[in-house]
């Protein structure tokens, strides 16, 4: 079972920037960012592959950017310019079948929350 523990979550102000970071313990076939709303299911931010193709949804386009350090097991998602709909738990997760922001076969960290005050 892969372990996921998210950090770097925090208060900003619109326009600001942050990085929040994901160390695993096993890489997966797509690992990725998701956010959530509460009382809401989860939305795709960005999909990385084993191979180093990423994905974006439209949830952020052109804001979001998403790396991984494979030597250190680290998962990474910049945000600039967030904005204050941007608030939200973000949650890292892994998929050991393929890169899909269908909600199928994701296993998830426990989140970090993103505050942006306008």
């Known amino acids: 079972q892969v372990q996921l523990v998210e950090s770097g979550g925090g208060s900003v102000q619109a326009g600001g920037s942050l990085r929040l970071s994901c160390v695993y313990t096993q890489r997966r076939a797509c690992m990725g960012w998701f956010r959530q709303y509460p009382g809401r299911d989860y939305e795709g931010v960005a999909m990385?592959?084993?191979?180093?193709?990423?994905y974006y949804s439209d949830s952020m386009p052109g804001r979001a950017t998403i790396s991984h350090d494979n030597a250190t097991k680290t998962l990474y998602l910049q945000i600039d310019n967030l904005k204050p709909e941007d608030a939200a738990m973000y949650y890292c997760?892994?998929?050991?079948?393929?890169?899909?922001?269908?909600?199928?076969?994701?296993?998830w960290g426990q989140g970090t929350q993103v505050t942006v005050s306008s």
């Open positions: 990385i592959s084993t191979g180093g193709r990423t």
């Open positions: 997760a892994a998929n050991p079948v393929t890169c899909s922001f269908a909600l199928g076969h994701w296993s």
